[in-house]
């Protein structure tokens, strides 16, 4: 089983920059993909960002350009790299593992955009 923390959430401007990082612990060698997921009040949890274990990336439509998702191997850490911040990308961020038979998700870490 895999164990995720996240940690870099807090509060930002609009036009502002945070990183984001989940640090990956125990079955880390079976992990095929992870993901940055978010949820803002009252709406469904929804895609931001994927890497694979080989290093492709994807991306939501919304967050194109903006966020830049990279893993470093050698630390187990995984990072969301978000510039150009906007009031709608408030949400709580999740981090997301897949192995072959299972799946494991981060406890969220908030990102607030506001004036």
């Known amino acids: 089983q895999v164990q995720l923390v996240e940690s870099g959430g807090g509060l930002v401007q609009p036009g502002g920059s945070l990183r984001l990082s989940c640090a990956a612990s125990?079955?880390?060698?079976?992990?095929?993909?992870m993901a940055w997921y978010r949820q803002a009040p009252g709406e469904p949890r929804g895609l931001v960002a994927t890497?694979?274990?080989?290093?492709?990336?994807t991306y939501g439509d919304s967050v194109k350009g903006r966020f830049t998702i990279s893993r470093d191997n050698a630390k187990n850490t995984m990072y969301l790299q978000m510039n150009s911040l906007q009031p709608e990308d408030t949400a709580v961020y999740y981090c997301?593992?897949?192995?072959?038979?299972?799946?494991?998700w981060g406890q969220g870490t908030q990102v607030t955009v506001s004036s």
């Open positions: 125990g079955s880390i060698f079976s992990i095929i993909s």
């Open positions: 997301y593992a897949r192995t072959l038979d299972d799946l494991s």
């Open positions: 890497i694979t274990s080989g290093g492709t990336t």
